[in-house]
T-cell receptor, first 115, second 118 residues
Framework: GDSVTQTEGPVTLSEGTSLTVNCSYE??????LFWYVQYPGEGPQLLFK?????EKGSNRGFEATYNKEATSFHLQKASVQESDSAVYYC??????????????FGEGTQVTVIS | GPKVLQIPSHQIIDMGQMVTLNCDPV?????FYWYKQILGQQMEFLVN????????KSKLFKDQFSVERPDGSYFTLKIQPTALEDSAVYFC????????????????FGAGTRLSVL
């Protein structure tokens, strides 16, 4: 079946430094890839999604490129802020059977940014 | 942005009892989902629901589980009877269309209900 593996947390970094959260996936299909973010006390919310290989998604300074050859979708941000402290989830949606809203999530990476 | 509300945020229950988890989805959404997250593990799909029917369920959706949304009220997940392994955070989500990859629609998640079965 489908699977998603991401950087094991927790990750702690200083404000102004760069962030990379690695995400690798396995699937026999042609998925859309997602990054969700969960702030304390809230539900996961979509950060961005990329439906096609070799394309890049971005939002709020975060970006990730859908690398089909490497089966990766690493999340990056050049300069983090305290407000970026959250849990980040990588996920894939199966395109062929993918009308069901059935997403496969990674375990999530807790990111804490300190000033 | 659109909000999904889940009630209660934490529920403690004795093994064998029944529990109902409530979800108030985004007002104009028609597609509903439950996901389960055991502590330290991934969120996993349980079930989706549309037009009064379960469209798809995973192997985690045991016979003791049921979902309904009577008369456009709360979308509920009922577990009867509960077991120790049902302890987890349950996330409800909704979307305006199928949230699958092809249609590229967004799932809106609630903050979850933490269920503790003793």
């Amino acid at each position: 079946g489908d699977s998603v593996t991401q950087t094991e947390g927790p990750v702690t970094l200083s404000e102004g430094t760069s962030l990379t959260v690695n995400c690798s996936y396995e699937t026999k299909q042609y998925p859309t890839l997602f990054w969700y973010v969960q702030y304390p006390g809230e539900g996961p919310q979509l950060l961005f999604k990329v439906p096609k290989a070799n394309e890049k998604g971005s939002n709020r300074g975060f970006e990730a490129t859908y690398n089909k050859e490497a089966t990766s979708f690493h999340l990056q941000k050049a300069s983090v802020q305290e407000s970026d402290s959250a849990v980040y989830y990588c996920a894939l949606g199966d395109r062929t059977g993918g009308l069901s809203g059935k997403l496969t999530f990674g375990e999530g990476t807790q990111v804490t940014v300190i000033s | 942005g659109p909000k999904v509300l889940q009630i209660p945020s934490h529920q403690i229950i004795d093994m064998g009892q029944m529990v109902t988890l409530n979800c108030d989805p985004v007002s104009n959404h028609l597609y509903f989902y439950w996901y389960k997250q055991i502590l330290g593990q991934q969120m996993e799909f349980l079930v989706n629901f549309y037009n009064g029917k379960v469209m798809e369920k995973s192997k985690l959706f045991k016979d003791q589980f049921s979902v309904e949304r009577p008369d456009g009220s709360y979308f509920t997940l009922k577990i009867q009877p509960t077991a120790l392994e049902d302890s987890a955070v349950y996330f409800c989500a909704s979307s305006s269309d199928w949230g699958g990859a092809r249609r590229q629609n967004t799932l809106y998640f609630g903050a979850g209900t933490r269920l503790s079965v003793l």
